[in-house]
Structure formats: structure tokens, C-alpha cells
């Protein structure tokens, strides 16, 4: 069983609605969660970082985590054709070491 | 201000050819990182290096060996291609801030006839 787990989708939205995407992990001790987007060809880059419990907001995108179900997940508000990327999850457990693991990643589709 | 730098981008090698790729941060950041990434599979850890000085298995490391030459530089070697490592690999490094944020390169497409 891989650490991390993702749909590897591909997830179709239509624009404008919200896009949810999910992820869950198997190292109860797993402290912090990353999401991060790659678009085709390009490097990922960090869209926002967890590590209590509940939600985070930053403009549309929230991410939420459950450490008791060791699932979290990224909802991304009014969609837009930009938003089509693949999404990666990332677990960091930093009391055990610095290893960063990431999930297959989900392919996001927005439709025009 | 450049980040991490990665070379070369792009390699062709014949199977058992040896070759380094070159990584470099100059955000002053402890950890660096090699990842590997292939369609469908994401980026998965090859090794990692928590400080300058250390040096520590992911989960692919077969195959690799790293060195951390100094707090900037985190170099991956291939001593003997094979097919199987044909990838695109990416150089990443972060410094704990509330959590360790990656900042990746640029990647580097490699491959192995």
C-alpha cells in the first residue's frame, strides 16, 4: 500500500462550480499535509499547507483535513479553466524525518 | 534571484553510460531533495538530505547514489543507466517554516535507449 493515495481522475468540473479533491494516508503520525498543482511540462508548485485538523481557506481553494479518518482533501471554489492542472498531495511526518511523500496526483479538468 | 537550478535539462544516454545531474539552491535551505516523476505515478522520493552532511534513502533509491556536497549543492548520480530511469527528475529543497515547503527546479528529462 502506497503512503499516500489519490484518484488519479481524471475529475471533470464544469467552470464555475467547485471542484473537490481527495487524498488519504496511511502514517497516523503524519504531521503535515501539502497540495501542490503541476501543470503539463511545468514544475509543481505549493498551493497551501495543513496541519490541524478542520479547514484552511486562501481565496477559492480550502483545504481540509481529518487526522482520525487520515483523509484531506482540497475543494476548489468557482472553478476556472486555469485550474486544470494535476493535483498532488503531499504527507510529511517530521518527528519521525524530513521524507516528504507524494501521491500519484488527480488530473482536474474544467470544462468550459 | 534563481531558486534551485537543475542541470542539464534535457540528457539522452545509451543503457550503462554513468552521468551526474547538478542541483543548486541559493535560498539558504537545509533540506534538498531528489524526486523522479513518470506518467501516472506521481513524484516519488529517490533521497533526500536533511542538512549538509547527511544524506538518506527515499522510496526508489536503487540504482542512485547523492551527494550533498555543501549546504547549496545536492548532486544525484546514475553509475549505470538502465531503461528503467528514464524519467524526468526534479531537484527540490525547503526550509521548515510551520511546515517543510518544497520549491522545486525546473526538472530534468533523462533518457535511457
Known amino acids: 500500500q502506497k503512503e499516500v493515495e489519490q484518484n488519479s481522475g481524471p475529475l471533470s468540473v464544469p467552470e464555475g462550480a467547485i471542484a473537490s479533491l481527495n487524498c488519504t494516508y496511511s502514517?497516523?503520525?503524519?504531521?503535515?499535509f501539502f497540495w501542490y498543482r503541476q501543470y503539463s511540462g511545468k514544475s509543481p508548485e505549493l498551493i497551501m499547507f495543513i496541519y490541524s485538523n478542520g479547514d484552511k481557506e486562501d481565496g477559492r481553494f480550502t483545504a481540509q483535513l481529518n487526522k482520525a479518518s487520515q483523509y484531506v482533501s482540497l475543494l476548489i471554489r468557482d472553478s476556472q479553466p486555469s485550474d486544470s492542472a494535476t493535483y498532488l498531495c503531499a504527507v510529511n511526518n517530521e518527528n519521525r524525518d524530513d521524507k516528504i511523500i507524494f501521491g500519484k496526483g488527480t488530473r482536474l479538468h474544467i470544462l468550459p | 534571484n534563481a531558486g534551485v537550478t537543475q542541470t542539464p535539462k534535457f540528457q539522452v544516454l545509451k543503457t550503462g553510460q554513468s552521468m551526474t545531474l547538478q542541483c543548486a539552491q541559493d535560498?539558504?535551505?537545509?533540506?534538498m531533495y531528489w524526486y523522479r516523476q513518470d506518467p501516472g505515478m506521481g513524484l516519488r522520493l529517490i533521497y533526500y538530505?536533511?542538512?549538509?552532511?547527511?544524506?538518506d534513502k527515499g522510496e526508489v533509491p536503487n540504482g542512485y547514489n547523492v551527494s550533498r556536497l555543501n549546504k547549496r549543492e545536492f548532486s544525484l548520480r546514475l553509475e549505470s543507466a538502465a531503461p528503467s530511469q528514464t524519467s524526468v527528475y526534479f531537484c527540490a529543497s525547503s526550509e521548515f517554516s510551520g511546515a517543510n515547503v518544497l520549491t522545486f527546479g525546473a526538472g530534468s528529462r533523462l533518457t535511457v535507449l
Open positions: 535560498m539558504n535551505h537545509n533540506s
Open positions: 538530505s536533511a542538512s549538509e552532511g547527511t544524506t
Open positions: 502514517d497516523r503520525g503524519s504531521q503535515s
